[in-house]
């Protein structure tokens, strides 16, 4: 087992949870920080119904609003609770599949006050967030970005079907958040289902190969040196990619630059750790254009 708390030195990993919304038994992504008692929480959802979950959250802060563009919209409620949206269910294409139409069809549409996360976090500096608003996240990250631009990773929900009318695309969000200096590392998770009128062992909301959403996982590129220079980032990443992915390879890396940068000595630490605790064994990398010429010579001699 790693222990990340010695290297943080007493420092939380600062999390906000926007559409952070629980059902019972349901656990965050970010759980196993909890377990470790190495983060606080800020959860954003304006349904105030799961308060009583969200309070068992570590050093909870509660805000029940809306985020997005500022100014008054409607909250399109959806019989599934967990799908209701500020945009507008697009019934057209979420009937083409199984399982899905009768979820998102709107039973109530209610007046809401939307906020900016950059009016409403002027002064937060958080290092993790993870969000999903039933298509209104490039919304919220595009009036967020100086809280975006303080970020070490996001882990957001995006969509290859256009659930919701004008909804943005993986494509969409991808694009933006290259952009601001975010490279995607994998999906989580995902979303899949039949076409309409096919069940699979005998369920309508099961499918095979058609995702139609899926959980991503970005972090800040590690090629930017000025943002890593800051102490503490690189071994919160790196608790990141450990904790919440299983990355090892990954946080070896962030722990290998913060050696470099800072003089520690957690890489090789890290390594022992790992290939005593796991069945992954990790090292620093000195002979591998030996490896691929052999292996290519190996290729072209087939």
Not at 23 to 30: C, M, N
Not at 56 to 72: E, F, H, S
Not at 140 to 158: D, F, P, Y
Not at 162 to 186: I, M
């Amino acid at each position: 087992m790693v222990d990340f708390s010695n290297w943080l030195s007493g420092e939380k990993i600062s999390v906000i949870d926007i559409g952070a919304r629980l059902t019972p038994g349901e656990a965050p992504i970010y759980e196993n920080l909890i377990k470790h008692d190495i983060c606080n929480v800020t959860a954003v959802e304006p349904d105030s119904s799961t308060n009583h979950l969200l309070e068992k959250l570590p050093n909870a802060r509660i805000y029940n609003l809306t985020l997005g563009t500022k100014g008054y919209s409607y909250l399109n409620i959806c019989k599934l609770p967990s799908c209701s949206s500020l945009l507008i269910p697009n019934i057209e294409i979420v009937s083409r599949y199984s399982g899905m139409e009768y979820f998102y069809k709107t039973k109530d549409r209610i007046s809401v006050h939307v906020d900016e996360m950059d009016d409403i976090f002027q002064d937060d500096h958080f290092d993790f967030l993870s969000i999903d608003v039933q298509g209104a996240e490039l919304d919220v990250l595009q009036h967020g970005k100086r809280n975006l631009s303080n970020l070490l990773g996001v882990h957001i929900e995006v969509s290859f079907i256009e659930k919701y009318k004008g909804q943005p695309l993986f494509r969409d969000v991808d694009a933006f958040l290259s952009n601001n200096k975010f490279t995607f590392h994998c999906f989580t998770g995902y979303g899949t289902r039949s076409p309409r009128g096919i069940e699979i062992n005998n369920s309508p909301i099961n499918g095979i190969n058609q995702w139609l959403w899926a959980d991503a996982f970005y972090f800040h590129d590690l090629t930017d040196t000025t943002f890593w220079r800051e102490p503490g980032k690189l071994i919160k990443l790196a608790c990141i990619f450990h904790d919440l992915y299983k990355s090892y390879d990954f946080s070896a890396h962030c722990l290998k630059i913060h050696d470099q940068l800072f003089g520690s000595t957690h890489f090789p630490e890290y390594s022992l750790l790992i290939s005593n605790s796991t069945n992954t064994t990790i090292k620093a990398s000195t002979e591998e254009n030996t490896y691929l010429a052999k292996l290519a010579q190996q290729i072209n001699y087939n």
